[in-house]
């Protein structure tokens, strides 16, 4: 009797536990993405959902709302619409007159309409395993909002684009609460971002980077891709180059760090023109000549990229770690293990901490 007391006891203590750690208020920040949309900064909480901050001043975060929604893996938004990413589909919120977001719709993965056909007992979907599920936001601000390099939303026009497992699903938000799924294509089972241009899409892999060609927004196709060994790898692109980061680890695979240059001039033929070593490099920011690049633990490192194809370390800085960035005007928001940091970048090789989120 007493042994069944205490198994019963354990039971309860790791309940009680579990469920505190979730919803606890509490608790640590668990940062998966951050995306910017006009006044507002949204955080996708890897355990928690979204916290949706008010950043008008600059150096003050004002929290609004906590969406509560387990297990985000995308985040993305449009107008008032919000679109977020869960492993059962696509969630619609909509903003209210109070500020907040309300929930409107969903658009399950278990209607099988999601796609044509999909083997889902023996194919489950899964994300980049290079650390914990991820939680992805837009790209870059080809739609209305921007989201840092680990992104597998974007919004185009009245397109919304989903790296959800191996496909690249394209739906249409024509009427925003009511997401329609057009076409899907099989890209590689590897793919984890997507980085959004005009009139291409550059999605990032373990095995390599891609490109999609958005001529037909309804139905993008493959054009082009450059392979590398297995690595976590987001992209960032800028006029006709892009620039990739390779990390190796004991589930993205056993290649070296490195900073990679590849041009994008052809999009049906890129070229990779420079390979840099970088320590543990994660996410990447760029504008104009210069790119950030995060080095997780090690901190993050800024880059001149004006010169030549190899890119030229400027500065670097172990204040904080870093997995991610925004870059928007004379602020960055950057992403850590645990908080995010609303620095001044007027001078970006002097930055200054205007707020922590943590």
Request: aromatic share 14%; hydrophobic share 35%; net charge negative.
């Amino acid at each position: 009797m007493k042994k069944l007391f205490r198994i019963t006891g354990f039971v309860l203590l790791f309940l009680l536990f579990s469920v505190g750690f979730r919803y606890s208020p509490g608790r640590p920040l668990y940062p998966g993405n951050i995306y910017s949309i006009d006044s507002l900064l949204l955080i996708a909480d890897l355990k928690q959902g979204i916290y949706v901050y008010s950043v008008t001043a600059g150096d003050t975060a004002r929290l609004l709302q906590t969406v509560d929604q387990y297990g985000v893996r995308g985040i993305a938004m449009k107008d008032s619409t919000m679109y977020i990413g869960t492993w059962d589909g696509v969630m619609v919120y909509q903003r209210n007159g109070n500020g907040g977001f309300d929930s409107v719709n969903a658009v399950y993965r278990n209607d099988r309409s999601y796609y044509e056909s999909y083997d889902y007992e023996s194919r489950p979907f899964f994300g980049c395993g290079c650390n914990e599920p991820i939680a992805y936001g837009g790209g870059s601000e080809a739609g209305n909002g921007t989201g840092g390099s680990y992104a597998t939303f974007a919004i185009i026009d009245t397109f919304l684009y989903v790296v959800d497992g191996q496909y690249l699903v394209t739906f249409s938000i024509a009427k925003p609460e009511s997401p329609k799924r057009l076409s899907y294509i099989d890209v590689n089972w590897t793919i984890e971002t997507i980085y959004p241009m005009e009139s291409h899409l550059y999605i990032g892999g373990t095995n390599g980077m891609y490109i999609i060609d958005r001529s037909d927004g309804a139905n993008p196709k493959l054009a082009g891709s450059v392979d590398h060994f297995r690595a976590c790898d987001p992209v960032v692109v800028q006029d006709s180059t892009a620039w990739v980061t390779l990390r190796s680890g004991s589930f993205c695979g056993i290649s070296n760090d490195e900073l990679w240059t590849v041009s994008v001039a052809d999009p049906y033929h890129p070229k990779q023109l420079h390979t840099t070593a970088a320590a543990t490099p994660y996410g990447l920011a760029v504008h104009d000549s210069l790119l950030y690049v995060a080095n997780g633990e090690n901190g993050y490192s800024l880059y001149r990229i004006d010169a030549t194809e190899k890119p030229l370390l400027v500065r670097q800085w172990d204040t904080w770690d870093a997995k991610d960035f925004i870059w928007k005007g004379n602020r960055l928001f950057l992403m850590a293990f645990n908080a995010v940091y609303i620095v001044n970048v007027t001078d970006p090789q002097e930055p200054e901490l205007l707020y922590t989120i943590q």
